[in-house]
């Protein structure tokens, strides 16, 4: 790991160098001989300490919600200078928001109390877990002279076990603190939030209510920056890895590279592009993927999806004698349903820490991003791939207008979308057919994308958006939300509002869960239709800068996004489209009929 703390190799093919720190990321610069400042008693407490770590590695938003047990926390965290303490109206979107957040900074944080705020914050730690997103989820515990006891408190289940929360929390978080004595406070929140960083992963911090507030001589002393220890590559199984990867990759006639979303975690995207630039590969991503690697790039074609790939990426790709997948999750999503045709014997398998050549040899202790950077210096220039590419490769056709009264349809709202993408925008995709229509939109350098395909939690987007637009205030993100999605965690836009973002959101209503009436259809799919336009105003409730309206057709939806981007450009922008129930994209038809046969599959009867 780099000495960069905050938005380390942040994954985003932002500006000219994909992987290079995002816009107010956090660097941290470490010098041996760094004084110590001696700080006051009074604000020499666990509070303070815990607030001043969270400003130093660059988490200088923390999102809440407030509860009896963490309240004294709360206090503290806000009188630390140059933190922001925002309140969120449910712990959910507030580890949603702390997500959004860590995605543009590198890191985020959280504070939420015992029980009743843990366990419904921990939906949002399990997806963060599951993208590698470091959060830091602070709760607010029991006061320290209640463990061991058999009394019983609130917020719990009625025993007087109080470990029933971070049971839960152990599974989807890399490590656990449970500070409720000061003498060792310091030294579990430091090894929390440094392994966080260095794994990339959430962590939990719990912190007995009673202790913030309490001066300590460890917390004497300004926090010395961290300096995590690098993770080191096996000297050794590398050299053997390149060696071997580099033959069977040079043997081949017209090998390509396919970048995964494990690339985030392991902090390789910068290494993945320059392997690309060496190598002259065909280059595609995996749909979770999307945002990691620059699109711009001169050998980028596309994502590679199976079935529904974007156009003639899966023929280059599934048609190689070689792949190089790096970061790969070959789940049941990002595989179509298990039916990718691809096959062992031509691929790398490059992971974190391991590297898989074909059916043969697994070099384990292998760092991905040392391991790509080494491959560079041996890699044999070979363009045949994307050459095939451009042989085949025909431009995407133009829908057909749409007449003034006729209704509006998916692929123009998306033409019309592609045109307000630059490199000042920021592209949040929530879970459904966003997902396959926001695939196909080509972003420009600098453009950011963000969604959650690997946990595909819906109503994700909504705090995620308030996070990510917290910590990225120079560009304006889009945000592609559908109304069942967005019924489940709508009311965060009012803490948008509070904070002054100006977002443009458009709201996809089609009358229900379009994913899962192509997966398997019944009543269920249909929702009660809102009046979503309605709903935002009374939200707004003339407090903040908040523009509404809704559309039918083309011309309103042109009129809407120049009134978005202009006239409205410092708003809130809520954009109702009004579209057919069975208006979707054909990629999501066929993998609704996938994914529902792999579902509907028979027991074994083995």
Not at 105 to 122: D, E, K, M, N
Not at 368 to 393: C, G, P, V
Not at 501 to 510: A, D, Q, S
């Amino acid at each position: 790991m780099d000495l960069t703390i905050g938005a380390i190799d942040a994954c985003k093919a932002n500006g000219t160098d994909a992987g290079g720190l995002p816009h107010k990321g956090v660097v941290s610069t470490i010098h041996d001989s760094m004084p110590s400042m001696v700080i006051n008693s009074s604000d020499s407490t666990l509070g303070r300490h815990l607030a001043r770590r969270l400003v130093q590695i660059g988490a200088t938003d923390v999102f809440s919600v407030p509860g009896d047990f963490n309240l004294t926390l709360l206090d503290h965290l806000i009188a630390e200078p140059g933190l922001n303490l925002i309140g969120c109206c449910n712990e959910l979107n507030a580890g949603y928001a702390a997500d959004g957040y860590a995605r543009s900074r590198g890191v985020g944080a959280c504070v939420v109390t015992f029980t009743v705020g843990g366990l419904s914050i921990l939906n949002a730690i399990a997806g963060a877990y599951s993208e590698d997103v470091p959060v830091i989820c602070i709760v607010g515990g029991p006061n320290s002279n209640d463990y061991g006891t058999n009394r019983i408190l609130h917020h719990t289940i009625g025993l007087p076990d109080f470990s029933q929360e971070l049971r839960c929390f152990q599974t989807v978080t890399c490590f656990q603190a449970l500070v409720n004595n000061l003498e060792d406070a310091h030294e579990l929140i430091d090894t929390a939030i440094s392994t966080a960083l260095k794994e990339s992963k959430p962590v939990y911090i719990s912190v007995s209510c009673n202790l913030p507030a309490i001066p300590h001589s460890t917390f004497s002393r300004d926090p010395v920056p961290f300096s995590p220890s690098p993770r080191l590559s096996n000297q050794l199984g590398l050299e053997a890895a390149v060696e071997a990867a580099a033959e069977f990759l040079n043997k081949a006639v017209k090998p390509v590279m396919v970048g995964g979303p494990k690339l985030r975690g392991s902090k390789a995207c910068s290494a993945f592009v320059e392997l690309a630039n060496t190598s002259g590969y065909a280059l595609a991503v995996m749909p979770s993927a999307k945002g990691l690697v620059p699109e711009h790039h001169p050998h980028f074609i596309g994502t590679y999806w199976g079935v529904v790939s974007t156009a003639f990426c899966a023929e280059i790709v599934e048609s190689a004698d070689a792949y190089l997948f790096v970061g790969p999750i070959f789940d049941d999503t990002s595989s179509v349903g298990y039916s990718l045709l691809i096959k062992k014997k031509k691929a790398i398998i490059v992971q974190r820490d391991h590297v898989v050549i074909a059916n043969g040899p697994v070099f384990g202790c292998v760092l991905m991003k040392d391991f790509l950077r080494a491959l560079a210096k041996q890699i044999k220039f070979n363009t045949t791939a994307y050459e095939n590419y451009q042989r085949i490769y025909v431009p995407n056709g133009h829908p057909l207008k749409c007449q003034p009264t006729e209704a509006l349809r998916v692929n123009i709202l998306f033409q019309h979308i592609q045109k307000m993408l630059s490199s000042d925008t920021v592209v949040i995709v929530e879970t459904g057919d966003s997902w396959f229509n926001c695939q196909k939109l080509k972003l420009p350098e600098g453009c950011g994308y963000e969604q959650q395909m690997q946990y595909g939690s819906i109503g994700w987007s909504i705090g995620a958006t308030l996070g990510y637009a917290q910590a990225t205030q120079n560009k304006r993100l889009i945000a592609c939300i559908g109304d069942g999605s967005f019924q489940v965690t709508a009311q965060d836009v009012s803490t948008m509002l509070r904070c002054e973002e100006r977002t443009i959101i458009f709201l996809m209503n089609n009358g229900g869960y379009s994913t899962e009436v192509e997966i398997h259809d019944g009543p269920y799919n249909v929702i009660k239709n809102w009046n979503y336009t309605g709903l935002v105003d009374a939200i707004h409730n003339g407090e903040g800068k908040c523009w509404t309206t809704k559309v039918r057709y083309e011309e309103e939806l042109i009129k809407a996004i120049d009134i978005a981007t202009d006239e409205k450009k410092d708003c809130l922008c809520f954009i109702e489209v009004i579209l057919h129930k069975d208006d979707t994209s054909k990629e999501l038809l066929e993998f609704g009929t996938r994914v529902s046969a792999t579902n509907g599959r028979p027991p074994s009867q083995e």
